[in-house]
């Protein structure tokens, strides 16, 4: 085990917005993704409402129709990856929760059918389903942009003695803490249309915005302004192979070749292999007698 020096790589954009129906997420997406560049896609499950602002970016659409499973969503995201797209819009991944199909109501025919309708056993089915769409998301090669409705979330509190019904804020109609495995997220109003950041790893987002092609050239110049991964990849296997040369038993050399051969790209390999070989003829010819 090594701990090495921590450096921000170059990303690719992983953005949620969230807001209730008509504050604006997919003209802000839109305008968001244009100001990326490159090839946009957009998943549509709003019944092709998207296609309404096909005057503010040139983009592709998938209507994608119920069922709304984690598969479909899956299988939408992979077709964008190998369509030569650079951003992807999912509009939206409510949908993938709450919609016909989607999480809640399998869950509720995996109950019936499997568990006698016990619905906590019927969540050890769905939710690695459910996990596999997120990871999707956060493994793909594409920059991302996934939107969620959002509604009013209440709860009933006592005041001087009295049951009365309080507003908590905007709550995501997605999976409990979904939203925060994006790197930033941001929430629509429907007064004004303004983003408010509720997580924010870039730093970019402290006073309410509205959103622009700017925010999205913000965002791209951030993602960008990381140190290259090939370059960070080479600098890795480099100090592997120093520490290599310097160990003075096999085990040694076994410990560090088998940490560094895990995270090696498969390019690197060779030099590294080569260079642990090497090492490791050399110390079994040092413990040889003379």
Not at 116 to 137: C, M, Q, Y
Not at 152 to 159: D, I, L, N, S, Y
Request: glycine residues 8%; charged residues 25%.
């Amino acid at each position: 085990m090594q701990f090495q020096k921590a450096q921000r790589k170059k990303a690719k954009l992983r953005l949620a917005l969230t807001g209730p129906s008509g504050s604006g997420k997919t003209y802000g997406a839109l305008l968001v993704a244009k100001g990326l560049g490159g090839k946009i896609a957009l998943i549509d499950t709003e019944k092709g409402s998207a296609s309404l602002y096909s005057h503010i970016a040139d983009f592709d659409v998938l209507e994608l129709l119920a069922p709304y499973s984690p598969e479909r969503f899956i299988d939408a995201i992979n077709a964008a990856e190998s369509g030569g797209y650079d951003v992807l819009i999912i509009d939206s991944t409510t949908h993938e929760w709450s919609g016909v199909g989607g999480c809640l109501e399998l869950v509720d025919a995996v109950a019936k059918a499997k568990f006698k309708g016990n619905s906590w056993s019927a969540w050890n089915e769905v939710t690695p389903r459910h996990r596999k769409f997120i990871d999707t998301i956060l493994q793909s090669p594409l920059h991302i942009i996934a939107t969620m409705r959002s509604k009013t979330e209440t709860a009933q509190v006592e005041v001087n003695g009295r049951k009365t019904v309080q507003k908590l804020g905007m709550k995501a109609e997605q999976r409990d803490g979904s939203e925060y495995e994006f790197t930033t997220v941001l929430d629509i109003t429907h007064d004004g249309n303004l983003a408010m950041v509720s997580k924010d790893r870039t730093g970019l987002f402290k006073d309410p915005i509205q959103l622009s092609e700017r925010t999205g050239q913000m965002l791209i110049e951030w993602l960008e302004s990381g140190k290259d991964p090939a370059a960070m990849d080479a600098e890795e296997v480099a100090l592997a192979v120093e520490a290599l040369n310097a160990c003075e038993s096999l085990g040694q050399a076994q410990g560090i070749f088998g940490g560094a051969w895990k995270r090696c790209p498969d390019g690197l390999k060779t030099s590294l292999k080569a260079t642990y070989d090497k090492v490791k003829a050399d110390l079994a010819a040092q413990q040889e007698p003379a």
